[in-house]
């Protein structure tokens, strides 16, 4: 399993995204490396299909369904809108949803 977390420098909500990963992959005891990709500018931005920051990405495709197919790349804070609101990071829902469809 691919699991990559694409963030820029800087970005507010970046740490509590990767605590949230982290303690996702622990409880539902997925082995598997988190790559950390920062991307440095707006090219970088564009080769890697980057939503925004902090971004989560499960064998390539996104955790948030709303967002899979959008087109609005680059540099830029990313929000999230979950059943509490909206936040500047995926929900663990949305994580362990996109891994529940990954094993699938």
């Not at 982290?22 to 409880?27: I, S, T």
């Not at 082995?31 to 080769?47: L, V």
């Amino acid at each position: 399993m691919k699991i990559e977390l694409l963030y820029f420098d800087g970005c507010p909500s970046r740490e509590q995204a990767s605590e949230i990963l982290e303690r996702v992959l622990a409880e539902t005891e997925t082995q598997a490396r988190i790559e950390k990709i920062n991307i440095m500018d707006e090219q970088m931005a564009i080769d890697h299909q980057f939503l925004g920051s902090p971004s989560i990405r499960i064998n390539g495709v996104d955790v948030d369904p709303v967002a899979r197919d959008s087109l609005e790349f680059g540099r830029k804070c990313r929000i999230y809108k979950t059943d509490t609101g909206i936040i500047g990071w995926p929900s663990s829902h949305m994580i362990e949803e996109a891994l529940k469809e990954a094993h699938e």
